[in-house]
């Protein structure tokens, strides 16, 4: 009899260099649960903003329906029953599969403490719908990353001015953000993601040799101190990371993400040079989503799959988030064409 595998398990598999029986999938954050299921679960205001109001039992219930929300847009059809007792909504929209997501991100930003009663009982609420069939991410990133308009400036005259006292913020903050990552293990999550921008579509905002000193023995730490504590990690970046590349691998991520297309990072190419030593997430061409044509669409989810899934460690997803303005029908294709050709 054929292993049954669970979310959790090919993603797992994948991080770790393995085939499963079919590729996995997620996103950072999904931004089209408006159009595709009738609620977004990413708006500011999907909680109550008078929570800190609300009585406990309030804010368990506020909490658990958000819960809810999540458990119908990132599970499948199968994760509207807990223990033979259907969650009440609206049969239809209930009745309408979700996306199967093998990792769900449970981050919020106004829920950065772990152990606060909201983050506990969605969190709870989260596990009675899965399990530990699918695996539960939060950002955990703390590295610098490409400054703001208003701040580059200041970065920049840093480094030729005050490069220790910089070198001593960027410890600082990986040791913070090696702490924070080890209590959301011990509230129970899987994965983080690393979400700090390194690249534009023309490359680096520093130079290799600066991103080696300022950015990558931190970059390692993080990793390092996170799989230490029992979680996967994903490191993200948008744009070019050619440059880099080496430095992001030798960090020691599971995986990288997005791989970004619209600066011509090539899957393939990836693939071939590093997809023995770290697993590939993304590479479906956001911008082709968003104002392409049907085809390039289509071209780009099959060209991701053709190449990435080969001999396992790769996780398909778009290169950057389904964001608004991407229409869902065009998200719906690319789902789609996942589930014709995930299977290994």
Same mark, same amino acid.
């Given at each position: 009899?054929?292993?049954?595998?669970?979310?959790?398990?090919?993603?797992?598999?994948?991080?770790?260099?393995? #085939?499963?029986?079919?590729?996995?999938?997620?996103?950072?954050?999904?931004? /089209?649960?408006?159009? +595709? *299921?009738?609620?977004?679960?990413?708006?500011?205001?999907?909680?109550?903003?008078? =929570?800190? &109001? /609300?009585?406990?039992?309030?804010?368990?219930?506020?909490? $658990?329906?958000?819960?809810? #929300?999540?458990?119908?847009? $990132?599970?499948?059809?199968?994760?509207?029953? !807990?223990?033979?007792?259907?969650?009440?909504?609206?049969?239809?929209?209930?009745?309408?599969?979700?996306?199967?997501?093998?990792?769900?991100?449970?981050?919020?930003?106004?829920?950065?403490?772990?152990?606060?009663?909201?983050?506990?009982?969605?969190?709870?609420?989260?596990?009675?719908?899965?399990?530990?069939?699918?695996?539960?991410?939060?950002?955990?990133?703390?590295? *610098?990353?490409?400054?703001?308009?208003?701040?580059?400036?200041? *970065?920049?005259?840093?480094?030729?001015?005050?490069?220790?006292? /910089?070198?001593?913020?960027?410890?600082?903050?990986?040791?913070?953000?090696?702490?924070?990552?080890?209590?959301?293990?011990?509230?129970?999550?899987?994965?983080?993601?690393?979400?700090?921008?390194?690249?534009?579509?023309? %490359?680096? *905002?520093?130079?290799?040799?600066?991103?080696?000193?300022?950015?990558?023995?931190?970059?390692?730490?993080?990793?390092?101190?996170?799989?230490?504590? %029992?979680? =996967?990690?994903?490191?993200?970046?948008?744009?070019?990371? +050619?440059? !880099? !590349?080496?430095?992001? @691998?030798?960090?020691?991520?599971?995986?990288?993400? &997005?791989?970004?297309?619209?600066?011509?990072?090539?899957?393939?190419?990836?693939?071939?040079?590093? %997809?023995?030593?770290?697993?590939?997430?993304?590479?479906?061409?956001?911008?082709?989503?968003?104002?392409?044509? @049907?085809?390039?669409?289509?071209?780009?989810?099959?060209?991701?799959?053709?190449?990435?899934?080969?001999?396992?460690?790769?996780?398909?997803?778009?290169?950057? @988030?389904?964001?608004?303005?991407?229409?869902?029908?065009?998200?719906?294709? @690319?789902?789609?064409?996942?589930?014709? +050709?995930?299977?290994?």
């Amino acid at each position: 009899m054929s292993k049954l595998w669970t979310p959790a398990e090919r993603a797992i598999t994948a991080l770790t260099l393995g #085939q499963p029986d079919e590729v996995p999938t997620f996103e950072l954050e999904f931004q /089209l649960g408006e159009e +595709m *299921f009738g609620y977004n679960v990413h708006e500011e205001n999907n909680f109550p903003k008078d =929570y800190r &109001s /609300l009585s406990a039992k309030e804010l368990e219930k506020a909490a $658990y329906d958000l819960a809810d #929300q999540y458990a119908r847009i $990132y599970g499948d059809k199968t994760a509207y029953d !807990i223990g033979g007792a259907a969650i009440s909504g609206d049969p239809v929209r209930d009745s309408k599969p979700g996306l199967d997501y093998a990792i769900v991100p449970v981050y919020n930003p106004e829920w950065r403490d772990p152990n606060s009663p909201i983050t506990v009982a969605f969190r709870k609420r989260l596990r009675e719908h899965f399990g530990n069939t699918r695996l539960f991410a939060a950002h955990g990133d703390g590295t *610098f990353g490409i400054p703001n308009g208003s701040d580059m400036y200041e *970065f920049s005259y840093r480094i030729a001015d005050d490069p220790e006292g /910089l070198l001593e913020e960027a410890a600082l903050m990986a040791e913070k953000a090696c702490e924070s990552n080890k209590r959301q293990r011990e509230a129970g999550l899987d994965l983080v993601l690393l979400c700090r921008d390194y690249c534009y579509n023309s %490359g680096p *905002f520093l130079s290799p040799a600066m991103f080696d000193e300022f950015i990558t023995p931190f970059l390692a730490k993080i990793c390092s101190s996170a799989k230490n504590d %029992g979680l =996967y990690v994903i490191k993200h970046t948008d744009g070019n990371i +050619m440059p !880099i !590349i080496r430095s992001l @691998v030798e960090a020691g991520p599971h995986a990288l993400h &997005s791989l970004d297309p619209m600066a011509g990072v090539d899957i393939r190419e990836v693939k071939r040079f590093y %997809g023995d030593k770290v697993a590939l997430c993304g590479n479906v061409h956001c911008a082709a989503m968003q104002t392409g044509t @049907v085809e390039q669409v289509i071209e780009s989810a099959e060209y991701c799959l053709n190449y990435g899934k080969e001999g396992g460690g790769y996780i398909f997803t778009t290169s950057n @988030v389904p964001f608004k303005g991407i229409p869902a029908e065009r998200y719906q294709l @690319v789902h789609d064409i996942w589930l014709r +050709m995930k299977k290994y």
